[in-house]
């Protein structure tokens, strides 16, 4: 079924609303990180692969960049869920939302890709906006978990720059990612016991927070603009803190809700103009 812009608008929305469940539901759930990442990604490895039969999706062959694009995808994962369980909900998803500052810092490097000054004014702005997060913090377990939120801001950069440079289908970056998730994770598997609430939780998390809710993204992200594209999945940053701290009582610090602004505000902002410039220059 083709889908019109506003349904595509809406599993977008749906979309955020699902991804921003992840920062309760790990909250939630009494099990380490590997088990909760390994058992999410199981089953959403079971919900899109379902998915892609019925759309007789044909992978691409193996390559490099798909390689890399994998163990990114398979590394920011499991350092969210992991991040996530030592730092507040509100610290992990807000650092891992630097995602495109590192884009731009990887492709220049990387890839000698021009970076403008607009650009580079960003980049400063983020990185005070990320000290803040580590403000009051340098004695506590939430460094550690702020360090790897970082860290999967930065694979989650590399999964993007493997995604737009090669045109790899993001559905088959994110199928073989929880495929490779969830063998790394066989021995936390089984050496971990369930309750109940735990496999619900689970359960929530793999087939809608991680499968359905890319199901809907890949669906929708190509019968939308640009900008509508990248602005509504903001809900997400901005959603998960709130569920956590509805369902959860988690309240993050001054000091972090002011970095979270600073952050959210600056991506934003980028995301806007780099928008306006590629719709000029296709004029």
């Avoid at 377990?141 to 493997?162: D, F, H, K, T």
């Avoid at 809608?208 to 603009?225: C, E, N, P, R």
């Avoid at 803190?241 to 600073?262: D, K, T």
Wanted: aromatic share 10%; hydrophobic share 55%; proline share 3%.
């Amino acid at each position: 079924m083709k889908l019109n812009r506003n349904r595509a608008l809406l599993y977008l929305v749906l979309t955020s609303i699902l991804w921003s469940m992840g920062g309760l539901f790990i909250k939630l759930i009494d099990c380490n990180s590997f088990t909760i990442a390994g058992a999410r990604s199981g089953i959403a490895f079971l919900v899109i692969s379902l998915y892609t039969r019925k759309k007789s999706f044909k992978p691409s062959k193996p390559s490099k960049m798909l390689v890399i694009g994998v163990i990114s995808y398979a590394l920011l994962v499991i350092l969210f869920v992991t991040s996530t369980k030592l730092t507040t909900s509100a610290n992990a998803i807000m650092l891992q939302f630097t995602a495109p500052i590192w884009v731009a810092l990887l492709s220049h490097f990387i890839l000698n890709v021009k970076t403008s000054l607009n650009d580079w004014i960003i980049i400063i702005i983020v990185f005070l906006g990320i000290l803040l997060f580590f403000m009051g913090q340098l004695n506590s377990g939430n460094l550690l978990g702020n360090l790897l939120a970082v860290l999967s801001g930065i694979c989650m950069a590399m999964m993007i720059i493997s995604m737009k440079y090669i045109k790899v289908e993001p559905i088959q970056i994110t199928l073989f990612g929880n495929l490779l998730i969830f063998i790394l994770s066989i021995p936390f598997l089984f050496q971990t016991h369930f309750s109940l609430r735990d496999l619900l939780y689970l359960i929530i998390l793999g087939v809608f927070q991680l499968g359905i809710s890319y199901i809907l993204y890949t669906s929708a992200i190509k019968h939308v603009s640009a900008l509508e594209g990248i602005l509504i999945p903001i809900l997400e940053p901005i959603l998960n803190p709130i569920w956590v701290l509805i369902f959860a009582g988690e309240r993050p610090g001054v000091y972090s809700l002011l970095g979270g602004i600073i952050v959210l505000t600056a991506i934003t902002f980028r995301t806007i103009h780099l928008s306006r410039v590629s719709i000029s220059e296709s004029m």
